[in-house]
């Protein structure tokens, strides 16, 4: 049955028209199978790049990071926080219905996983951050969602505190935090984006952190229930 809805949509006919033309021996539901069933088996990672400032080195590291995680087989979605949609909770709408912020907050929350990628600013996190969680449901948001932090910094702290205090908040919010963390520090001086991280210990605990985060997603983690 819904493979037959499928099958009505005009842009997966013209996918599948081609993949016919290419694979013709094989059946067209067949490959749809696949395809669900390969999915359907895929952690999902939302890596969130929690500034607005324009042009920011935040951004540009979540980048690098996500192909990291897709080659290890997770499908991976990059959100950036100068896309949250500020115009609209202007005048403080905590708890109204805004459509803007609730596909946001989907975006960032239809997944298994979410690493934060964080900026220190005046030694703790952006200010936007603070606002994009408290436009987020309570409490069932971060509810048993596992995480993972990497800091950045100009300074020689590499985020630490501003990681620290996101975690705190997390940990209030009941979500599974990963203890591994990656702190940056001096950024400028040890990242371009031609190649990556000249520090040959920043590479390798970033790589560690990575691995053992897509393994750690692969647990299914007790659902929890706040009665
Ligand atoms: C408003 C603001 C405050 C900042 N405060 C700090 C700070 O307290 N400590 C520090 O090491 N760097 C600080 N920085 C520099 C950033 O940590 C640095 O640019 C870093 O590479 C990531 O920030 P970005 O993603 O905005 O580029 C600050 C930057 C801004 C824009």
């Known amino acids: ?3 037959e ?5 005009s842009r997966i006919n013209l996918f599948l028209v081609s993949i016919n033309d290419t694979f013709g021996w094989l059946n067209k539901y067949f490959i749809i199978r696949l395809i669900l069933i390969i999915s359907y088996f895929m952690k999902t990672l939302t890596i969130v790049a929690t500034t607005d400032r324009p042009g920011s080195n935040t951004l540009r590291f979540a980048k690098h990071i996500k192909p990291m995680y897709e080659e290890l087989g997770l499908s991976v979605k990059l959100i950036s926080l100068e896309d949250f949609p500020i115009a609209d909770v202007a005048g403080g709408r905590y708890g109204a219905d805004i459509p803007s912020i609730k ?3 989907d975006d960032v929350l239809n997944t298994d996983g979410i690493l934060f990628v964080i900026p220190e600013y005046n030694g703790s996190f952006p200010g936007i951050f603070k606002l994009f969680i408290d436009y987020l449901p309570f409490p069932n948001s971060f509810l048993g969602m596992p995480m993972a932090f990497v800091g950045i910094a100009a300074g020689s702290f590499g985020g630490l505190r501003a990681v620290e205090q996101a975690e705190m908040i997390v940990g209030y919010r009941n979500a599974y935090v990963f203890p591994e963390r990656v ?15 000249s520090k040959p210990l920043y590479k390798q ?4 952190q990575v691995k053992n ?3 750690y997603l692969d ?3 007790p659902k929890l229930d706040l009665g």
Not at 5 to 9: H, R
Not at 205 to 208: A, F, Y
């Open 103 to 105: 596909k946001f907050n």
């Open 219 to 221: 647990n299914n983690f």
């Open 1 to 3: 049955m819904f493979l």
């Open 205 to 208: 605990l970033l790589k560690s």
């Open 213 to 215: 985060f897509a393994t």
């Open 183 to 197: 702190f940056i520090a001096e950024f400028n001086k040890v990242y371009t984006d031609q190649d990556g991280l």
């Open 5 to 9: 809805k499928l099958g009505t949509n």
